[in-house]
Nanobody
Framework: EVQLVASGGGSVQPGGSLRLSCAIS????????VGWLRQAPGKEFLEWVS?????????YYEESVKGRFTISRDIGKNTLYLQMNSLKPEDTAMYYC????????????????????????RGQGTQVTVSP
């Protein structure tokens, strides 16, 4: 059974930091790109925030988080992380851990962006709220 269990959300002031974690079971990183989607309040669609490829040597960041967020993974713990620094109110959202089969070739065709691609697996979310 595949499970992606996200944690680490919370409420912080602008400029603060949070680290999200996602404990993964039922598959390993070898065959999946893994990353984070978020859904802001009032928005209909989720958007990809950051993804790391199955080999661990390529990453994607949504433009507004570049330089502030860092994605990483611990293969031994089968855990994905998202370090979020210099948080802004517009980062307020529900954040979801998700996985895309690597053989879909999404990285090779520059396919991450907005709400695409639809993930193969997605876990429950963790809420991040940034407000004064």
């Amino acid at each position: 059974e595949v499970q992606l269990v996200a944690s680490g959300g919370g409420s912080v002031q602008p400029g603060g930091s949070l680290r999200l974690s996602c404990a993964i079971s039922g598959f390993t990183f070898d065959n999946f790109d893994v990353g984070w989607l978020r859904q802001a309040p009032g928005k209909e669609f989720l958007e990809w925030v950051s993804v790391i490829n199955s080999a661990g040597d390529r990453t994607y960041y949504e433009e507004s988080v570049k330089g502030r967020f860092t994605i990483s993974r611990d293969i031994g713990k089968n855990t994905l992380y998202l370090q979020m620094n210099s948080l802004k109110p517009e980062d307020t959202a529900m954040y979801y851990c998700a996985a895309v089969r690597a053989d879909r070739g999404t990285f090779d065709r520059g396919g991450y962006g907005g709400s695409r691609p639809y993930p193969n697996y997605r876990g429950q979310g963790t809420q991040v709220t940034v407000s004064p």
